[in-house]
Antibody, heavy 121, light 108 residues
């Protein structure tokens, strides 16, 4: 079955970077977009960006431009999200989610289990 | 940037009754809208895409309607497992997606 499995919880100091992985399985890796969404404690969902595993093109939400980078490893069908210059407000649960077939647009139908990132001095 | 506004912030409904949740876009998103359900400690789950198409495995009591700027998610007869937070999301201004702030559906 289609699965997205994320890496474990992280604790980082302000100013550091964090890299979260999202291992995909059960479908053709290059066929679907991968999105990243975060959720601060007690807050709503915030869309961060979209990654196309077929070619590596990315687009980011304005709030994250310049601080987020999404990459892939096709040999392990894994997508990565790196967030730099961390501050306390980046403390959140980070989710990867599968989007639509590349070239189309649609909702996010499969989600990872989430990765908790805590930023604290 | 398209802003999605959901109302009400909290909705109290009794089991077995109908729930109606609203989502409004700051500009037209055509029919490019999805709804998600999120329960405490869980990842969101896709309920509706294309404004009105139920995702795989979603019960028929969930229905979506609307186009342009005004959308509705209706749950026809609330079950205990339906009490959760619901989010709308637009994907018309591709590749930029935007979520609403959520509506908490609680037991009355």
């Amino acid at each position: 079955q289609v699965q997205l499995v994320q890496s474990g919880a992280e604790v980082k100091k302000p100013g550091a970077s964090v890299k979260v992985s999202c291992k995909t399985s059960g479908y053709t890796f290059t066929t679907y977009y991968i999105h990243w969404v975060r959720q601060a404690p007690g807050q709503g969902l915030e869309w961060m960006g979209i990654f196309n595993p077929n070619g590596g093109r990315q687009s980011y939400a304005p709030n994250f431009q310049g601080r987020v980078t999404m990459t892939r490893d096709t040999s392990t069908t894994t997508v990565y999200m790196e967030l730099s210059s961390l501050r306390s407000e980046d403390t959140a649960m980070y989710y990867c989610a599968r989007g639509s077939v590349t070239g189309t647009r649609d909702g996010l139908d499969v989600w990872g289990q989430g990765t908790t990132v805590t930023v604290s001095s | 940037e398209i802003v999605m506004t959901q109302s009400p912030a909290t909705l109290s409904v009794s089991p077995g009754e109908r729930a109606t949740l609203s989502c409004r876009a700051s500009q037209s998103v055509d029919g490019n809208l999805a709804w998600y359900q999120q329960k405490p400690g869980q990842a969101p789950r896709l309920l509706i895409y294309g404004a009105s198409t139920r995702a795989t495995g979603i019960p028929a009591r969930f229905s979506g309607s609307g186009s342009g700027t005004d959308f509705t998610l209706t749950i026809s007869s609330l079950q205990s497992e339906d009490f959760a937070v619901y989010y709308c999301q637009q994907y018309n201004k591709w590749p930029l997606y935007t979520f609403g702030q959520g509506t908490k559906l609680e037991i009355k």
